[in-house]
């Protein structure tokens, strides 16, 4: 499973519907998804964090001031990645700086989040914020109750509809949307107590 | 207590919303009610934030740790963006009566300018005396002939002859004048070489010494 999946294909579209209607707020959310994304993709050309900041907020913008162009034929986030490597490939350029001979593919990119970690990129406390992060959120799934273990992963490794869950689990879709809400619900309250520097 | 409760409740089924919209299973009423909730309630922003991370790592990805400063960064951006568009939107229907009453005052200031013009006196255009020959020519007419101009450039006058003596008088009146003036030198010249002078000056002295064996 890696970034544009069909787990977000619903929401998203939902999202840019409505920010095609001018609601700002959805694409605030959008913003929100898929900014680490972004930026994880802007910084293979451009490895300066503020830099690729810079052209990871100009590749937002220039995907709002484009939504009415986007018409679905494609996941939200492919379109999205291809606006955020022209908007870096130009910045390069536009710096007089060579873009890389290879280009950069979105299944590669996929790999790259999947399998590699730009521990170049990063400074040793993001890194070690990072690392953090990920064990308080592998522990806190691995304590979860049985069945919030197994309806959270269904969904978010299988990326299995709430109706096939409740089919596989032998219960109402309601239960299994409780179930994933109160999984996650349970592993935010130690991811926020982690960001907010609260004893777990 | 029941307050609290009713808070309780209200956290709980906005934050099921939210989970409910990360799978793709609300609809539209709910997303309206959602984002409702959102303006009364900014840390949602924050949770939805930690939610999609959270995914990520449980599917493997491997991003640094979540912060809202670049969505409000981007967010400000385009809020600003929109006001602006907004703004001129609103002044669009104002732009050609600015453009026409700029046109207008244009007109007004440029007719201004030109009625000055015309209205102004043409005497010191022209050259206030004529000349001919690089000669100023000053006619010998009756003294209330000649008019006196004040001179545009300093206090001094300059003369000026009245516009309806014609050319033609005036080249007789230089050619008058000049004859006069001629006609005093020779009578000058004339009255000095004598006869007297002819007889004892160089003349005189080359005949006597011709004449001499």
């Known amino acids: 499973m890696g970034t544009g999946s069909a787990l977000d294909d619903d929401s998203d579209r939902l999202l840019v519907e409505r920010t095609q209607r001018g609601d700002l707020r959805a694409f605030d959310l959008l913003v929100l998804k898929y900014q680490s994304r972004v930026m994880h993709v802007v910084m293979r050309f451009v490895r300066d964090a503020d830099e690729a900041e810079d052209v990871a907020q100009e590749a937002f913008i220039k995907a709002y001031s484009a939504i009415n162009n986007f018409r679905g034929d494609s996941a939200f986030y492919t379109w999205l990645f291809r606006i955020a490597t022209n908007a870096a490939k130009n910045h390069l350029v536009a710096r007089g700086r060579r873009t890389p001979v290879l280009d950069v593919d979105i299944d590669e990119a996929l790999m790259h989040d999947e399998n590699q970690r730009l521990v170049e990129d990063e400074s040793p406390q993001a890194a070690l914020e990072t690392q953090e992060l990920e064990a308080v959120i592998k522990r806190a799934v691995q304590d979860l109750p049985d069945e919030l273990q197994t309806a959270l992963c269904l969904r978010e490794f299988d990326g299995l509809s709430y109706e096939d869950i409740a089919v596989i689990m032998n219960c109402p879709i309601g239960t299994v949307r409780s179930r994933i809400f109160r999984g996650r619900e349970t592993v935010d309250q130690k991811v926020a107590a982690l960001l907010n520097g609260e004893p777990i | ?213």
């Open chain 2, 1 to 213: 207590m029941e307050r609290q409760n009713n808070t309780n409740q209200a956290a709980g089924s906005s934050d099921e919303l939210l989970s409910r919209l990360m799978d793709g299973e609300l609809d539209e009423v709910g997303v309206a009610r959602l984002f409702k909730m959102m303006d009364q309630n900014p840390s949602l922003r924050e949770k939805w934030l930690r939610f999609n991370s959270t995914r990520l790592h449980i599917q493997g990805a491997h991003l640094s740790s979540p912060s809202l400063s670049f969505a409000n960064r981007v967010r400000d951006s385009l809020q600003g963006r929109k006001q602006r568009r907004s703004l001129r939107r609103v002044m669009a229907p104002l732009k050609p009566f600015a453009v026409a009453a700029t046109v207008a005052c244009i007109g007004v200031l440029v007719g201004q300018q030109l009625t000055q013009r015309t209205t102004q006196p043409l005497a010191l255009a022209g050259s206030p005396v004529p000349i001919v020959r690089s000669m100023p020519v000053i006619p010998f007419l009756e003294q209330g002939s000649v008019s006196v101009v004040p001179a545009s450039f300093g206090q001094s006058a300059a003369v000026s002859a009245p516009s309806e003596v014609p050319v033609e008088s005036l080249y007789q009146e230089l050619a008058r004048q000049r004859l006069e003036a001629y006609s005093g030198v020779h009578a000058v010249r004339g009255a000095l070489h004598t006869p007297v002078t002819l007889m004892t000056g160089s003349l005189a002295r080359a005949d006597s010494r011709s004449e001499q064996p």
